[in-house]
């Protein structure tokens, strides 16, 4: 079964530390994998994607995430963090290639950047 | 700019009670999606639709309908809403293509006293 786990569900640092949000997932087939923030209050918004090629791949608003297919993991980084990174942050795998267009949602990771 | 917009924002409904979640898209996706946000779980996906005219189940579909009628309009339907529907419900549009990202609405949050 396809699944999505983020581990932490909240991550507290301070401004101008390194942040990395992680992500793991199962899926038996090449992985398409999402990262969305929602700030408080507000619905998600879309951060980036990995759906081939390059390990590294950089999104909006200064984030990137590294595909490592040997533990299945799409973790998400920022460096220095800021404190209006202070958000909810939602790992997503698009299961699209077994024929229902889903994407299946972590639980998400609370992060608090304090200032 | 891609937009997705719900209605009602807001809503209390009485148990027993009928209630129609309405999302909007001028995307021109053919994927339109329901999602509903409890603390913990995530989002789970409830309907899903690859157009107009057709509505799939998604992950937790118990206890809602959904229906497509045009390639605009998504709604959600609780024919007998029950306090454990209490929540946030997101809708979501997407290009249906593997590598499209999805489109938010602004969330619809539903209280069943």
């Known amino acids: 079964a396809q699944s999505v786990d983020q581990p932490d569900a909240h991550v507290t640092l301070y401004e101008g530390a390194s942040l990395e949000l992680r992500c793991s997932y199962s899926?038996?087939?090449?992985?398409?994998l999402f990262w969305y923030v929602q700030y408080p209050g507000q619905s998600l918004q879309f951060l980036l994607k990995?759906?081939?090629?390059?390990?590294v791949v950089k999104g909006t608003k200064g984030f990137e995430a590294e595909f490592r297919k040997s533990n299945s993991s799409f973790n998400l980084k920022k460096s220095p963090a800021h404190w209006s990174d202070s958000a909810k942050y939602f790992c997503?795998?698009?299961?699209?290639?077994?024929?229902?267009?889903?994407?299946?949602f972590g639980a998400g990771t609370r992060l608090k950047v304090i200032a | 700019e891609a937009a997705v917009t719900q209605s009602p924002r807001n809503k209390v409904a009485v148990t027993g009670g009928k209630v129609t979640l309405s999302c909007n898209q001028t995307n021109n996706h053919n994927n339109m999606y329901w999602y509903r946000q409890d603390t913990g779980h995530g989002l789970r996906l409830i309907h899903y639709?690859?157009?107009?005219?057709?509505?799939e189940k998604g992950d937790i579909p118990d206890g809602y309908k959904a229906s497509r009628p045009s390639q605009e309009n998504f709604s959600l339907i609780l024919e007998l809403a029950t306090p454990s529907q209490t929540s946030v419900y997101f809708c979501?549009?997407?290009?249906?293509?593997?590598?499209?990202?999805?489109?938010f609405g602004e969330g619809s949050k539903l209280t069943v006293l």
């Open positions: 639709s690859y157009g107009a005219g057709s509505t």
């Open positions: 979501a549009s997407g290009e249906g293509a593997n590598t499209g990202q999805l489109y």
């Open positions: 990995y759906i081939t090629g390059d390990a």
């Open positions: 899926y038996s087939a090449a992985p398409y």
């Open positions: 997503a795998l698009d299961i699209s290639n077994t024929g229902n267009y889903k994407y299946v």
